[in-house]
């Protein structure tokens, strides 16, 4: 399976502080995505990577691929109580599958 | 404007009972999923159609139909429910080869 498996299962940190999540999965990709999850809510894309891309930027989330380690991470800058909520990875080859998330709590 | 919906959001029912869920998409997307989250949040994909054809099927009990009247819309008909079918089930559409989903808000399934 290549399915990412994501780490650490749950972080909390202090608002303001930075998150970093990573991704590790097992084939090649065509691009590698990252979803966050409400609680009650359906998934929501917020970026894609794709595979010949080392590093990608959107507002205060940055996304690195490392094709040769099979990984991913993504970083949140300056946390806000509202970016709790749970953030999967996503690899795609021939179909897209899910990593088994990561619930970040930020505390006020 | 929902891009994607589902009906119902909630639905309790007994086991051996069957119920169907309802999602349409208004994106103009070619491609729809129907996915199954359970309690520990692993989200697993169920089938996928393009264009009303069945392209991905999983390892999915076949008391599990989907059907696809047309591509903006992708039902999903449970027969004979059992305990371990309780969970969220999520409908999803994407337009283009990246495979960028498009999620629906979930419909929490619990059977009794």
């Known amino acids: 399976s290549q399915q990412g498996e994501e780490d650490p299962q749950a972080l909390s940190i202090q608002e303001g502080e930075n998150a970093t999540m990573n991704c590790s999965y097992k084939?090649?990709?065509?691009?590698l995505q990252w979803y966050r999850q409400n609680s009650g809510r359906g998934l929501v894309h917020l970026i894609l990577?794709?595979?010949?891309?080392r590093e990608k930027h959107s507002g205060r989330l940055r996304v690195t691929l490392d094709t040769s380690k099979k990984s991913s991470s993504l970083l949140i800058t300056a946390s806000r109580a509202a970016d709790t909520a749970s953030y999967f990875c996503a690899v795609v080859n021939e179909k897209l599958t899910f990593g088994t998330g990561t619930r970040l709590t930020i505390i006020p | 404007d929902t891009a994607v919906s589902q009906t119902p959001k909630y639905l309790v029912t007994q086991m051996g009972n069957d119920k169907s869920i309802k999602c349409e998409q208004n994106?103009?997307?070619?491609?729809m999923y129907w996915y199954k989250q359970d309690s520990k949040k692993f989200l697993k994909i169920m089938f996928s159609y393009n264009n009303k054809e069945l392209i991905i099927n999983e390892t999915v009990p076949n008391r599990f139909s989907p059907k696809s009247p047309d591509k903006a819309h992708l039902n999903l008909h449970i027969n004979s429910l059992e305990l371990g079918d309780s969970a969220v089930y999520f409908c999803?559409?994407?337009?283009?080869?990246?495979?960028?989903?498009?999620f629906g808000p979930g419909t929490r399934l619990t059977v009794t």
């Open positions: 990577i794709r595979s010949n891309e």
């Open positions: 994106l103009g997307h070619d491609t």
């Open positions: 999803a559409s994407t337009g283009d080869r990246t495979y960028e989903q498009y």
């Open positions: 084939t090649s990709i065509n691009n």
